[in-house]
T-cell receptor, first 112, second 114 residues
Framework: KNQVEQSPQSLIILEGKNCTLQCNYTVSPFSNLRWYKQDTGRGPVSLTIMTFSENTKSNGRYTATLDADTKQSSLHITASQLSDSASYICVVSARSSYKLIFGSGTRLLVRP | DGGITQSPKYLFRKEGQNVTLSCEQNLNHDAMYWYRQDPGQGLRLIYYSQIVNDFQKGDIAEGYSVSREKKESFPLTVTSAQKNPTAFYLC?????????????FGPGTRLTVT
């Protein structure tokens, strides 16, 4: 069964600190993996999208990694800011499929 | 100003009433989607449309209906047959229905049924 699992479910860090969010998936055959940021009560906004051949992709202070062999991805946030407080959703798609498989998200709270 | 708009942002209905959620995009995208988001769960696909006048059921289509008469519009009707309609509803669009294309999301509509 195609699944995406994220950990931790929630995380609290102090402003200025770094953090890493994890994503494990069992989607096959793999097409691409995306990370979205979703502010409370808003729609998700794309941070990165990676295909099978990409190991790392950055978007400002956000860096996503992908290990297609172990089917794991991580999202690293550097020098966190209060505005990073949001849910981060890992999304995986399979080749020859119309559908995206969504993880349940990691809720990040950055405290001053 | 391009993007996806959903209206209204908040919607309240009595049980037994049908309600229609609006989704409009001016990105000239062919594909449009409706998702439902519940606390602690990943987004679940309700319906999707890859082209005008065509749409397909997603994973949780029961109790919902859609139409796609215009490229830019994909309204979702939540019928009285939907047993647990209170949720956050998200509309998305992409250039094509292929999963390699980016999906852009609207701001969402929070529906509360009492």
């Amino acid at each position: 069964k195609n699944q995406v699992e994220q950990s931790p479910q929630s995380l609290i860090i102090l402003e200025g600190k770094n953090c890493t969010l994890q994503c494990n998936y069992t989607v096959s055959p793999f097409s691409n993996l995306r990370w979205y940021k979703q502010d409370t009560g808003r729609g998700p906004v794309s941070l990165t999208i990676m295909t099978f051949s990409e190991n790392t992709k950055s978007n400002g202070r956000y860096t996503a990694t992908l290990d297609a062999d172990t089917k794991q991805s991580s999202l690293h946030i550097t020098a966190s800011q209060l505005s990073d407080s949001a849910s981060y959703i890992c999304v995986v798609s399979a080749r020859s499929s119309y559908k995206l498989i969504f993880g349940s998200g990691t809720r990040l709270l950055v405290r001053p | 100003d391009g993007g996806i708009t959903q209206s209204p942002k908040y919607l309240f209905r009595k049980e037994g009433q049908n309600v229609t959620l609006s989704c409009e995009q001016n990105l000239n995208h062919d594909a449009m989607y409706w998702y439902r988001q519940d606390p602690g769960q990943g987004l679940r696909l309700i319906y999707y449309s890859q082209i005008v006048n065509d749409f397909q059921k997603g994973d949780i289509a029961e109790g919902y209906s859609v139409s796609r008469e215009k490229k830019e519009s994909f309204p979702l009707t939540v019928t009285s047959a939907q047993k647990n309609p209170t949720a956050f509803y998200l509309c998305a669009s992409s250039m094509s229905g292929q999963v390699s294309y980016e999906q852009y999301f609207g701001p969402g509509t929070r529906l509360t049924v009492t």
